[in-house]
C-alpha cells in the first residue's frame, strides 16, 4: 500500500518506542489511517476486500477500546490519543493536525442527523471534552477537562466549563 505520511506524523507523537503494545489508541488510529487508504485504492476486489477488513477491524478495534474513528471524518496528521474510551467522533467531523484527544471526548453532533465540528490544528482537547453542533475550533485552542462546547472558539483561545466559557482569548495574551 502507499507510503502515509500521516500515520508516520501520528507515530512520531508517541513517545514510546513500542506504542503498539503500550497504547490501545494506537491501534484505533492505525485502523483509521487503513480505512482512509482503502478509499484511495482503485475500484475492484482488491479494494472491496481491504474495505471488509477495514470494516472488521474498525468493529473489533472500538468495541474493545471504545474509541470510534470512522474512516469517513478527516483528520490531519499528528493525531495522538491520551488513554481510550468513550472517544465518539461523528463521521463528518473535521479534525486538523496535531490535535490530541483524550478519554471521553465526544466531537459530535448536537441533534441528531444535525452538523459537525471542524476543528482546526494544534487543539488539545481535556478529558471528557464534549464538543456538539456545526461548530468550529480554530488553530491552537484548548478545550478543558469535562466542558461542553457549543459556540465557536477562536484561534488560540482556552475554552471552559458547561456550557463552555471563552478565557485567554488570544488578544488578551498578546
Ligand atoms: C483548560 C486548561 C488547559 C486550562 O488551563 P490554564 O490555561 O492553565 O487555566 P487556569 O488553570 O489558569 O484556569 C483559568 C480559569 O479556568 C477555570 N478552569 C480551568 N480548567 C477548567 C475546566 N476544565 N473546567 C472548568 N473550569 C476550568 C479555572 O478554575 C480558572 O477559573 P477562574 O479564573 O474563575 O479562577 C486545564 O485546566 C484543563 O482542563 N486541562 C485538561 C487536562 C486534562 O484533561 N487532564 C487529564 C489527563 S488524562
Ligand atoms: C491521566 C493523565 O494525567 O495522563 C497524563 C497524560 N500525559 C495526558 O496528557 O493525558
Redesign the pocket.
Known amino acids: 500500500m502507499i507510503q502515509d505520511m500521516d500515520w508516520e506524523a501520528d507515530l512520531a507523537r508517541y513517545s514510546s518506542s513500542k506504542p503498539f503494545s503500550h497504547e490501545q489508541s494506537i491501534w484505533a488510529i492505525w485502523v483509521y489511517r487503513f480505512g482512509r487508504r482503502t478509499g484511495e485504492l482503485q475500484p475492484g476486489l482488491r479494494q472491496r476486500c481491504y474495505t471488509k477488513i477495514y470494516w472488521l477491524l474498525f468493529r473489533i478495534v472500538e468495541t474493545i477500546t471504545g474509541i470510534s474513528l470512522p474512516k469517513s471524518c478527516k483528520i490531519g496528521p499528528g493525531l495522538r490519543i491520551?488513554?481510550f474510551g468513550n472517544i465518539f467522533i461523528h463521521p463528518e467531523s473535521v479534525i486538523g493536525a496535531n490535535c490530541t484527544l483524550?478519554?471521553g471526548v465526544t466531537i459530535g453532533n448536537r441533534v441528531e442527523n444535525g452538523a459537525a465540528p471542524v476543528i482546526g490544528n494544534n487543539v488539545?482537547?481535556?478529558?471528557?471534552?464534549q464538543i456538539l453542533g456545526g461548530i468550529t475550533i480554530g488553530n491552537n485552542c484548548?478545550?478543558?477537562?469535562?466542558?461542553v462546547v457549543l459556540c465557536d472558539v477562536p484561534d488560540g483561545a482556552?475554552?471552559?466549563?458547561?456550557p463552555a466559557r471563552i478565557?485567554?482569548a488570544k488578544s488578551e495574551s498578546i
Open positions: 491520551w488513554h483524550r478519554q488539545d482537547f481535556g478529558a471528557y471534552a484548548k478545550i478543558g477537562a469535562m466542558s482556552t475554552a471552559v466549563g458547561a478565557i485567554h
